[in-house]
């Protein structure tokens, strides 16, 4: 019973087996070397831990801007010979002549090539590789829904302010209004969700300066699929002679690269 036992336990074991410690300390010394070479923008240099399939392509490819870079986690095939890695990096990102420097995943692959570890990229029909890994070239977005934002046939300035505006239409405030009192300390939050494919910048605009209004933007650098709250909050003036707030007021909220701008009415009440 128990070599029955053992025997059953067996794949189960071998499945969730861990790396030799070396192995893994060796991929992570390589990718380091690799990524830190792109942080500082000693690209030739990174060719020499680049496997020989892949060097053609390496040579043609963009290369990504890198700032920072973490890796996250490593998955290995069964006899340790590749490698998945996964790691957060901070990425330069150009758009209409801004520039941004969100936090995006990256997954790159790896593999023994005369006994060291090499980035390799095996292309897919309908990829480009990049030097971190295949590109879909029929893809430019996808929303936080799913769907896909194709590349135009057309790339002109009109083309891509309206991929920029399906792409901000899978963002947005969760309401577009307020109400304050107007007798006594009021206040209400507002949520944006960031549905572009990447970090998005938000900047309150220019603020009406009601007195007693204030308006607080929790963070300004959003991921995928994050909400940030916007508070807002009135402090009723006790000076009886001081002006009442109008009506209604604008609070303008401006996303970055797309330059979109949401508004929050603000209404008053008794």
Do not use: C
Request: proline share 8%; charged share 20%.
């Amino acid at each position: 019973m128990k070599t029955r036992a053992a025997l059953l336990l067996l794949p189960l074991a071998l499945f969730g087996q861990a790396p030799p410690a070396d192995v893994d300390q060796a991929l992570r010394a390589r990718a380091t070397e690799f990524f830190q070479d792109f942080v500082d923008g000693q690209y030739r240099k990174a060719l020499s831990l680049v496997a020989e399939e892949t060097q053609e392509e390496y040579f043609a490819s963009p290369k990504a801007e890198l700032k920072a870079f973490k890796i996250d986690n490593i998955q290995y095939n069964d006899d340790f010979s590749k490698a998945t890695m996964n790691l957060t990096v901070k990425r330069v990102l150009k758009f209409q002549g801004q520039t941004m420097v969100p936090e995006v995943p990256m997954i790159t692959t790896w593999k023994i090539e005369n006994g060291k570890w090499m980035w390799y990229n095996e292309p897919k029909p309908g990829t480009w590789v990049t030097a971190m890994g295949p590109s879909d070239v029929t893809l430019v977005a996808r929303g936080a829904d799913g769907g896909v934002i194709g590349l135009p046939e057309k790339l002109d300035q009109s083309t891509v302010d309206a991929a920029g505006m399906k792409i901000i239409q899978q963002s947005g405030l969760d309401k577009t209004f307020v109400t304050m009192a107007l007798d006594k300390v009021s206040s209400d939050t507002v949520m944006f969700r960031n549905g572009a494919p990447g970090s998005v910048h938000l900047e309150l605009g220019n603020v009406p300066k009601i007195a007693g209004l204030s308006v607080k933007l929790d963070k300004a650098d959003v991921n995928l699929g994050e909400s940030v709250p916007i508070r807002i909050r009135y402090e009723p003036n006790s000076d009886p002679d001081s002006p009442a707030p109008p009506p209604t007021a604008a609070i303008p909220l401006i996303v970055a690269p797309f330059n979109q701008q949401l508004s929050v009415q603000v209404n008053w009440s008794k």
